[in-house]
């Protein structure tokens, strides 16, 4: 690089294949488990029994687990794996440093493995995505700056001076990545396993989608697209149709998607100027989207003979199939009208899982299928086994798909009926709809089992291709010359020292971006800005704020939305439409983006305090037919009187006007407060102890919910 | 909406860092030829291995 050795010299080296090895199987082990969980919370909404009245078993408990291992334990093994192949080879030179290959895979297990029994327990922080606490925040900083390391010091170190497109796709990845990871993720802890995120509300609500809209975008779409590029070409023996048109869609990707996040807000409380800008850069989306996806197709004109043979690259025609299509929805589904449709239904479960399950998933299989015979220098043990795989993983997720369509349309019609005439919803009990859509979520849960036994028999094929390895494999040894300088460059000294500094400068932005934040968030977090003066608001007393984070620990946000859209049919159904101070206080933001049940922002008042308590018990005692399951352990379950002064303390210094009063005084307000709520419930026969349950702080927040607008209302 | 104050800069960075790393690495001939790298990495290393040469490596 920098030296100016003569330009010839031939060096020897040896790829490190053995970690390649290592997360290709954590991708087998993760995705069983992914798809396993994903199952098995499909079943527990055909039918509620499959809770088991279980803790930690239950649906907004599980959904969490099975989002978080299928996109960072499946995807992210998978992506590891591939980038770390394709990048020893395009780059002609060995990882970086075989030590840090190791703790990067180790650790990362160990993330999963902390999630794996973190999420059951409860202990998340309820936020699409990022619902891991505080310790594995920080524990996947740190791993993703030992990926990011061991990377930039391969690029540093390779023997090809040009960087072929796939690298630029990782590259965008580990830094934008890394940038949503941290910001996203700003929280003060409270215990051990519990924080509450600086932002509050709005804000908070913006952010997590702004990082939530970006995963999609730089952990699930990237990544597999520089894997695309470099695993197609390589498994079809071609060169990609156009590499100028493939360098066009990686750049106009990444200055586009940074600005889509919006597009999950529309028609919430966000400002409607906000909104428009997502939804415009969303529409923009699909022509980069497209462009890459035709340029994948293309790449194999000619040669579709082989795609009738060979497993890998019928997965890959199928990955890029899906793409096109999730690609083409998506910035559908970000206009307005069509997003008053299709949002907090099932169409968005689908949309979700064309992309996951299409495009991540058998891309990965066939990265896998093509991996597997060249690391362990064999044949594949079985291309019909594989050809099974594809025709039943396809026609599971076409079943999946079909069924979560018709589900989406089905009960957003039945939700969106208005009578012409009286004015009023043809549907106002919100659970004939989901009755209606039932067998379609047995449809779903046999197209996820159909997926799952595809997978199961790639497993096998995999296991017995290992099996017919040789036994003792030699290293292979590669040879190849210094990167040179390139002639038809100017050999200034200037120029010399900047060769090879690009992992500095990454380096470099990267620190910019981190000091510019926390420059940023300071102020506007010590000061008192995020409460509009006057509004009227009080916060949550203390029991309410902990039944709050019985609402999160417990996942309701998996069920539950709390945003009233300005839709005729939200406003009709739920209430006047949520505005900003509805959700001032609240750290982390619950505004949801999936309606199984109805919409809880103005739930409070609508039932007495009685009616919660059954309901929580058994749903099925006060809504015949609910799904939801029961909640029994908030009832044996003791409120922590403790840790609320605490908690008040972290909120006053997030700038919430708790007066020092109210903290020191906060477990003693507390239970008088709760002591009210159950006297309120037994009346004549009181039942010892019940105060002290958690049920009586999750009743006192349910009935707090809608109650802030109706008091700044007041105040004007 | 003192959220749009962090998150602009953010993004802004964040494109700027792109936009960056774009007209460096164009400057420094990443994109000058569009051609044979598509090609190339088709290539594999020649193997140095004796006994190796000619089995179903890659």
């Given amino acids: ?716 | 909406m003192n959220i749009i104050v962090l998150l602009l800069p953010i993004a802004l960075t964040l494109a700027g860092g792109f936009a960056f790393a774009f007209v460096y690495s164009s400057a420094r001939g990443q994109f000058d030829d569009l051609e044979t790298p598509a090609h190339r990495m088709l290539l594999d290393s020649d193997i140095a291995n004796e006994s190796l040469k000619g089995q179903p490596h890659e």
């Fill in chain 1, 1 to 716: 690089m920098s030296n100016s050795a003569p330009s010839k010299t031939v060096e020897t080296f040896m790829y490190d294949d053995d970690i390649v090895k290592k997360f290709t199987i954590a991708t087998l082990v993760w995705g069983g488990i992914a798809f396993l969980v994903g199952i098995i919370a499909a079943l527990q909404l055909a039918s509620w029994q499959l809770n088991f009245g279980t803790s930690w078993f239950t649906f907004g408990r599980l959904r969490p687990l099975h989002t978080n291992a299928a996109i960072f334990a499946f995807g992210g093994n998978a992506i590891f794996a591939g980038i770390y192949y394709s990048t020893q080879r395009l780059c002609k030179a060995r990882l970086f440093n075989d030590t840090l290959s190791k703790i990067h895979f180790w650790g990362w297990q160990l993330i999963i493995v902390a999630a794996a029994v973190t999420l059951p327990l409860g202990l998340t922080q309820s936020k699409e995505y990022a619902e891991l606490e505080w310790p594995i925040d920080i524990a996947i900083t740190v791993i993703w700056v030992v990926f990011a390391v061991n990377f930039f010091g391969t690029l540093y170190r390779r023997r090809e001076r040009h960087m072929y497109v796939a690298i630029w796709f990782y590259i965008a990845t580990i830094i934008t990545v890394a940038v949503l990871h941290i910001v996203n993720s700003i929280e003060i802890p409270v215990a051990w396993f519990q924080s509450y995120p600086v932002y509050a509300g709005v804000q908070d609500a913006l952010v997590q989608w702004w990082y939530g809209h970006n995963a999609v975008a730089f952990f699930l779409t990237t990544p597999f697209l520089g894997l695309m590029y470099y695993f197609l070409p390589k498994a079809v023996n071609r060169p990609v149709y156009s590499y100028r048109l493939s360098i066009v869609h990686f750049w106009s990707l990444v200055f586009i998607y940074i600005w889509a996040g919006p597009h999950h807000l529309l028609y919430t409380a966000l400002p409607d100027w906000a909104q428009t800008l997502g939804m415009v850069f969303s529409i923009m989306l699909w022509a980069p989207s497209w462009g890459g996806m035709i340029n994948g197709l293309l790449t194999l004109r000619g040669s579709w003979d082989k795609v009738r043979t060979d497993p890998v690259l019928k997965f890959m025609v199928v990955a890029l199939t899906f793409y096109g299509m999730a690609t083409f929805e998506g910035p559908l589904l970000s206009i307005k009208s069509v997003s008053a449709v299709g949002h907090y239904t099932d169409w968005i479960i689908a949309h979700v899982h064309g992309g996951t399950l299409g495009w991540n998933g058998f891309l990965t299989f066939g990265m896998i299928y093509y991996l597997i015979p060249k690391l362990y220098r064999t044949e594949l043990h079985s291309v019909r086994l594989a050809n099974v795989h594809f025709w039943i993983g396809t026609v599971g997720m076409l079943m999946y798909l079909l069924a979560m369509y018709t589900s989406g349309f089905t009960q957003s019609m039945m939700l969106r009926a208005i009578d012409p005439i009286s004015g009023k919803l043809v549907y106002p009990d919100f659970v004939e709809t989901v009755v209606r859509i039932i067998p379609l979520y047995w449809v779903r849960a046999i197209g996820g089992v159909l997926y799952l036994i595809g997978f199961l028999v790639m497993c096998w094929n995999i296991f017995k291709t290992c099996r017919l390895a040789p036994k003792h494999l030699e290293a292979e040894v590669y040879r190849a010359s210094k990167m040179t300088e390139e002639s038809n460059e100017p050999k200034t000294a200037w120029h010399r020292r900047l060769e090879g500094l690009m992992p500095t400068f990454s380096v470099l932005v990267l620190v910019s971006i981190l000091i510019g934040s926390v420059i940023e968030i300071l102020p506007t977090l010590v000061a008192h800005t995020y409460t509009p003066a006057n509004s009227g608001v009080v916060p949550y007393t203390a029991l309410e704020l902990a039944g709050r984070d019985l609402y999160v620990r417990e996942g309701c946000y998996n069920c539950h939305s709390q945003m009233i859209r300005t839709l005729p049919e939200d406003v009709l159904r739920y209430g006047k439409a949520s505005l900003p101070e509805d959700s001032m206080y609240d750290r982390p933001f619950q505004w949801g983006s999936k309606r199984t049940g109805p919409d809880l922002a103005r739930i409070g008042g609508k039932y007495p305090d009685l009616w919660h308590y059954r309901h929580m018990l058994d749903p099925r005692s006060v809504v015949q037919n609910s799904i939801m399951p029961a909640y029994d352990w908030l009832f044996d379950k003791k409120t922590n009187f403790a840790i609320l002064e605490r908690k008040l303390e972290v909120m006053q210094s997030l700038g919430v006007p708790y007066t020092d009063e109210d903290v020191r005084n906060a477990a003693h307000a507390a239970r008088a407060e709760a002591e009210i709520i159950a006297a309120g419930l037994t009346g004549d026969s009181p039942i010892k102890g019940l105060a002290d349950r958690e049920i009586i702080a999750l009743i006192a927040y349910i009935q707090r919910l809608g109650k802030n607008s109706e008091k700044s209302e007041g105040k004007k």
